[in-house]
Structure formats: structure tokens, C-alpha cells
């Protein structure tokens, strides 16, 4: 406890240092201006006037309807990026990338208490259609590459976030608490959207893709009314929800026992947001991910290096709002870069699974006929392995009160096949060495029934 006390205080004092060196050399800006800088008069609706038919702001983005979710969304003001494991040496060089146009110079800069917010106020909003959010969501993706690095943040793998992503609220308490508020500063001016293109790098192609997504042009509602008018029916007038098919359990308990052994802090939260996502997809009880995902608190919570960053309640029900139908067809690559985890594509070109095996089957038959071979040889489950589920049951039988620790240690055995196979016991029926072998608990009840027989059988 003391250890935790005398970390928060360290943070503290780093959050006092970073202000000291903020007010040195920009502006300080008033919550209030901050956010009318953002938004000008004119972008809300006047309180009681619904004739005005304008939305309501939330972090950056104007939404109409009582959630945030991009079907709500209407204007994006501003580009934000969270920069995190920010000390003063990280400080200072964000101030001098921008300085120098290494990076583009940010608005507005934010002490959020631990890391920096970097606000790129737009001189234009952006209408937030889905193609336009696409584009927005990639630019931001690229930008963060470039802002996120090994000068500007002492964590080495960038942490992305979506152009949706809320904000602790300037004026409010930090983490690091009430008499720690978020606070502003003025570093530039506003900037174009285009103009932040050109500190992406040309030399992989990524500028010329976002400058073609960009660039591409799109039907207009009245354009696509005359060229599909089955679909503006169905979907504009009557207003039915794209057709989707529900995909089977697997793909739910595959991401849940991946979220559960491979997360990372910094991920802890999307993980159970996409675990929400594919629980909805693939039609899972909202009881059954909600166990899921309590089960899961405690184990995050425990990867804390810091106090102020525990994993809490609060966090799992906010990331369980994504159990929705608005976000089934959130897309695999941005569930990969929010998560931090890779998301391997099953490649069958578009064939169904009976036929492209039978393809890759016709395959290795020529390949054995041409080069006489036997492509089994050699393939196939290791002399001795799938041992590992009997093994760890072996040791919990004989260490009730054993941990996976314990059972890493003696064993020898990989903690994540321990966590794999720790509630697992093997069945009850299995086939091995050509024998059935049936595993049977023990009991007083049946411990006697045996003394009987033998005993029984000694008397003949």
C-alpha cells in the first residue's frame, strides 16, 4: 500500500512539472473557451428548441439520438490522439517534433494526468457519412503510427483508437484525482484535413491509399434513390437493418480464451469490447457475456502496474455497451489494431470449405505422384503430445489446493497450456493404446464397494 502511495505521489508531481513547463511556453486556455473554440455558437441546439434539428456534442463529435455510436454521429470537429507513458523527457520532444513540422502541430495540447491528449481542431467539421468515418478512422490510424513514437512515449507499441473515442473532459478531475484537473493549452492554430496528409509516409504507398480513399467519390442519397430504388426502400423508407447471417459459437470461444491469455495492459478494454461484439454476432445469451466478462475483471485487473491504472467494474460495463446490433460488422483489422492481437484470414478464394479442401487434397496428390513422396509422413500429433490436459489434471487431483503457479513449476508445462487446461478435466470416456479407459472419481461409496468385492472374493 505504501509502495502504491508513494507511485501516485511520483505522478503527481510529474503532472505539477508538466504544467509548470506547458505554462512556460504556451497558452493556457479556460475549459469553457476550449470547447467553444471546438465548437462554435450555432453548432448545438438551443435547449428547448428542437426546431433547430441539431445535434448534441459529445468528445468532439456532434450526435443526434441518446447514444454514441457512429450511426448517431453527424459532425467531427476535431482529431484527438491519446498519448500515453509520457514523462518530461517525452514531453519536451512532442513539443519539439511539432516545433520543427516532424509532426503536425496540434491545436491544442492536454495534461489529461498521466499522458498527453493532442487535439487537432478541423477548420471545417466533416460530415460523419460511414464512407467519410472509413476515411477518418484510417488517417487516424496512420497519423498515430507517426505521433506515437519511441521519442514521444516510453510505451513501444502504438495504442490506436477510433475517431469515436471519448475523452476525460477538460476542467474535470484526472485520474490522479479532483484536485488534479485535465488542463488545456494552445500550441497552433486549426489545421486542414488534407494538410495532415502530408506527414504520412509515401515510401509504402500508405499516402497515396488514404489519398485515394479520400478522393473517391460517392453516390449521393438522390443519386442512389434513382440508380437502386429497391434498396432506398427497403433501407431509407422502411428503415430494415442490413441483412447478416448469425455466425456459430466457435469464433465467440476462440476470442474469449484469446482476450483471457494473450491481452495486454492498454488493450484490457477493447478486449471486452470485441468480446461483446462477436457475442452479439454470433447470437450469445447478453447473461452469458456478461459472466464472461466479470470473470475476466479480476485477472485484468491484477496485470496493473499502477494504481491509477486498475482495471474496474466501471470499465467492463461501458466496454459491454458495444452489445449492440449497430456494431456486428465492425471490421476484423480494426478489432486486430484495437485489441493488439493478430487476426489470422482463413484464404479459401471465396470457395466454400468441402471444396477448397477437396482442391488442396488434389493438390498434394500430384505433388506426392511427382516427386514420390508421402505428404502424411512425418505430419500429424507428436509422439506424446496431448498429454498436457491429463497432466494438469494429474497434479490438481494430487494438489487440491494447488495454483497454476505450482503447477507451472513442477510440471513444466507452458502457463498458457495450464490456463488452457486448468477447468478442463479429460472425458470421462477415451480411447488410448487401443483400450477404453474410463476415468471415475473417487468415493467412500465406491472405496467400500470395492473392499466388499475383495473381500468377497478372498472367502471363495
Known amino acids: 500500500m505504501e509502495d502504491q502511495q508513494a507511485a501516485l505521489e511520483q505522478l503527481r508531481e510529474l503532472y505539477r512539472e508538466k504544467n509548470e513547463h506547458l505554462e512556460k511556453f504556451l497558452e493556457p486556455v479556460e475549459p469553457y473557451e476550449f470547447y467553444r473554440e471546438i465548437f462554435p455558437e450555432g453548432s448545438f441546439e438551443r435547449k428547448g428548441h428542437f426546431e433547430d434539428r441539431k445535434g448534441n456534442g459529445i468528445a468532439v463529435t456532434v450526435y443526434f439520438g441518446l447514444r454514441r455510436c457512429g450511426k448517431n454521429a453527424r459532425y467531427l470537429y476535431a482529431l484527438v490522439f491519446d498519448l500515453d507513458g509520457v514523462g518530461m523527457p517525452q514531453l519536451r520532444d512532442t513539443l519539439h517534433q511539432m516545433n520543427k513540422d516532424i509532426l503536425p502541430q496540434a491545436t491544442f495540447v492536454v495534461n489529461s494526468g498521466t499522458g498527453l491528449h493532442l487535439y487537432y481542431v478541423l477548420k471545417e467539421p466533416v460530415p460523419m ?152 454476432k454470433c447470437g450469445i ?77 488434389a493438390i498434394q496428390e500430384i505433388n506426392d505422384k511427382a516427386n514420390g513422396t508421402n505428404w502424411r509422413e512425418g505430419n500429424g500429433r507428436p509422439k506424446g503430445s496431448g498429454t498436457a490436459q491429463a497432466r494438469v489434471y494429474e497434479w490438481r487431483q494430487q494438489h487440491p489446493e494447488g495454483r497454476k503457479a505450482d503447477c507451472h513449476r513442477e510440471t513444466g508445462l507452458d502457463p498458457k497450456t495450464v490456463r488452457k487446461w486448468w477447468d478442463c478435466p479429460p472425458p470421462a470416456v477415451r480411447f488410448e493404446n487401443g483400450h477404453i479407459t474410463v476415468r471415475v472419481s473417487p468415493s467412500q461409496e465406491l472405496s467400500d464397494w470395492l473392499l466388499d468385492a475383495l473381500h468377497d472374493g478372498g472367502q471363495e
Not at 473515442?165 to 494552445?186: D, I, M, N, T
Not at 500508405?206 to 438522390?222: F, H, N, P, V, Y
Not at 434513390?225 to 432506398?232: F, Q
Open 285 to 361: 445469451d447478453e447473461d452469458e457475456l456478461r459472466r464472461d466478462a466479470f470473470a475476466l475483471l479480476r485477472p485484468y485487473d491484477d496485470m496493473s502496474v499502477e494504481d491509477i491504472n486498475r482495471f474496474t467494474k466501471d470499465d467492463v460495463v461501458c466496454a459491454l455497451e458495444m452489445f449492440n446490433e449497430d456494431y456486428v460488422t465492425f471490421p476484423r483489422d480494426d478489432i486486430a489494431k484495437l485489441s493488439g492481437l493478430t487476426m489470422p484470414v482463413n484464404k479459401r478464394n471465396w470457395r466454400k470449405q468441402p471444396v477448397h479442401l477437396q482442391g488442396a487434397r
Open 129 to 280: 457519412y460511414p464512407y467519410n468515418q472509413k476515411c477518418l478512422k484510417e488517417l487516424k490510424y496512420s497519423l498515430t503510427r507517426q505521433i506515437w513514437n519511441k521519442f514521444t512515449s516510453t510505451i513501444k507499441e502504438p495504442q490506436m483508437q477510433g475517431i469515436l473515442q471519448g475523452f476525460r473532459v477538460v476542467g474535470s478531475g484526472s485520474k490522479l484525482g479532483r484536485e488534479y484537473p485535465v488542463r488545456a493549452f494552445r500550441l497552433g492554430g486549426p489545421v486542414e484535413l488534407v494538410r495532415l496528409l502530408d506527414y504520412i509516409p509515401d515510401s509504402n504507398g500508405e499516402q497515396q491509399r488514404l489519398e485515394g480513399l479520400m478522393r473517391k467519390s460517392r453516390l449521393s442519397l438522390a443519386e442512389a434513390k434513382e440508380k437502386y430504388p429497391d434498396w432506398y426502400e427497403r433501407r431509407i423508407v422502411k428503415k430494415e437493418r442490413r441483412g447478416r447471417w448469425t455466425v456459430k459459437r466457435d469464433l465467440y470461444d476462440w476470442w474469449l480464451h484469446r482476450i483471457a491469455d494473450e491481452i495486454r495492459v492498454g488493450h484490457r478494454f477493447y478486449g471486452i469490447m470485441t468480446l461483446a461484439i462477436y457475442a452479439k
